[in-house]
DNA sequence: TGCCAGGTGATCG
DNA sequence: CGATCACATGGC
């Protein structure tokens, strides 16, 4: 069945799933997304302007995807909050309005970042496709008949070794990986900024992420190639000086950092092509 | 062909 | 500490 979101704003399918916070969910047509999430297979499109769930229980809605989709946030107050007196902000968020923070499971934003590093998103994309085809479960077939699968657990990962993933081809991320998942195994998952960023494979840029996304810190503001670029342009700071960028987002942006950057991130990339 | 992509770890001083 | 370099892979 589906669920048709009546008073939801700030919700745009190809922004959110555009925005370069997950790597699972394609557009298959007439603005149709369908993604593998949460260990199932669901589509996601607007109608008659408003936003629909499609293939999950009311039950499943409440339980699992009212939280994924952030729906009890205030996405209008915080955009005008973040777009006062700051006519840049103001701009990113009109071009990217229907943005929302995904909740996301923990672990597969540990896997899809560190594998994200020195990568483009069309390829972490194909990387994040062929480990999940190759060595997740089953979760069922596609609108096209495809069988997709979710991503291998911490166990699966950690029994393997860097060479058993050459088809996936991660290049020398592999390693990383299956190290990761190592540490995992012996440590438990990570809670906090500090100890994911203990992680093999995990540096700042990707911690940030991580807490973002996958632990739901809206204060984390990751700092990439694009970030730094969009920093020197319009406010110029130095794409070297991280620092400042860092002391930058803290002053103006304060604990939405991660929801700025998300609108920043989005209108850069949208614009500069 | 060389440069670039949601950078990090290792190694130097 | 901070700077520099190698690291696979694929698109342009």
Not at 7 to 14: A, D, G, K, R, V
Not at 145 to 158: D, T
Not at 238 to 258: I, Q, R, S, V
């Amino acid at each position: 069945m589906k669920k048709v979101l009546e008073n939801i704003n700030s919700f745009e399918p190809s922004h959110i799933f555009d925005c370069g916070q997950c790597f699972r969910w394609v557009d298959i047509g007439d603005g149709v997304y369908e993604g593998v999430a949460k260990d199932r297979i669901l589509k996601v499109y607007m109608e008659n302007g408003k936003p629909v769930i499609d293939g999950c229980t009311e039950e499943n809605f409440e339980n699992i995807w009212r939280d994924y989709f952030d729906l009890d946030r205030d996405y209008a107050e915080i955009k005008e909050r973040l777009g006062a007196g700051d006519p840049v902000v103001a701009k990113a968020i009109e071009y990217g309005s229907g943005i929302r923070i995904l909740k996301q499971d923990l672990w597969e934003t540990i896997v899809s970042f560190i594998i994200s590093q020195n990568n483009n998103i069309p390829r972490i994309r194909g990387c994040v496709e062929r480990l999940a085809d190759g060595f997740g479960e089953p979760v069922g077939l596609d609108d096209s008949g495809v069988l997709r699968h979710s991503l291998p657990s911490v166990e699966k990962l950690a029994l393997l070794e860097p060479c058993d993933l050459a088809e996936v081809r991660l290049g020398y991320r592999a390693p990383y990986l299956v190290k990761a998942a190592r540490e995992v195994m012996e440590r438990g998952m990570p809670y906090d900024y500090e100890s994911v960023l203990a992680l093999t494979g995990v540096g700042p840029k990707v911690a940030s992420c991580i807490s973002l996304f996958g632990l739901g810190d809206i204060s984390a503001f990751p700092i990439d190639v694009w970030v730094r670029r969009l920093m020197d342009r319009l406010y110029g700071i130095p794409e070297n000086d991280t620092k400042a960028m860092k002391a930058f987002a803290e002053e103006h942006f304060g604990d939405l950092g991660g929801i700025a950057q998300q609108y920043l991130f989005y209108y850069i990339r949208e614009t500069s092509r």
